[in-house]
């Protein structure tokens, strides 16, 4: 049974840092592309960032292009984002996802993860 679970969510006033992780098992972790999403209430499920298999394909969004940095420890099967510079708009429920196995390339799409966790809430205060 696959499991993704996040952790590293909470309070943190504008400015600062958190670190989220995703901790998974049941899978061979290196045979997926691994997704950041969030979504915050009211708004629809936004994709925050990928990584491809090895760990050294990266993309990210727009909007935290610069402040947030996608990893991922193939030996821990864990999949992690730093996240400095926090915004009040970055407040939402992260989740981590896993894609389809073997996807040949880095995806925006939720449609293209075939695995959730059940998310941790980042609340930063402005």
């Known amino acids: 049974q696959v499991q993704l679970v996040e952790s590293g969510g909470g309070l943190v006033q504008a400015g600062g840092s958190l670190r989220l992780s995703c901790a998974a098992s049941g899978l061979s972790f290196d045979d997926y592309v691994m997704g950041w999403f969030r979504q915050a209430p009211g708004k629809e499920r936004e994709w925050v960032s990928c990584?491809?298999?090895?760990?050294?394909?990266?993309l990210q969004s727009d909007s935290v292009k610069g402040r947030f940095t996608i990893s991922r420890d193939n030996v821990k099967n864990t999949l992690f984002l730093q996240m400095n510079s926090l915004k009040a708009e970055d407040t939402a429920m992260y989740y981590c996802?896993?894609?389809?196995?073997?996807?040949?390339?880095?995806?925006?799409?939720?449609?293209?993860?075939?695995?959730w966790g059940q998310g941790t809430q980042v609340t930063v205060s402005s």
């Open positions: 996802a896993a894609g389809e196995r073997f996807l040949p390339y880095l995806s925006r799409r939720s449609e293209d993860f075939e695995y």
């Open positions: 990584i491809g298999r090895s760990g050294t394909s990266k």
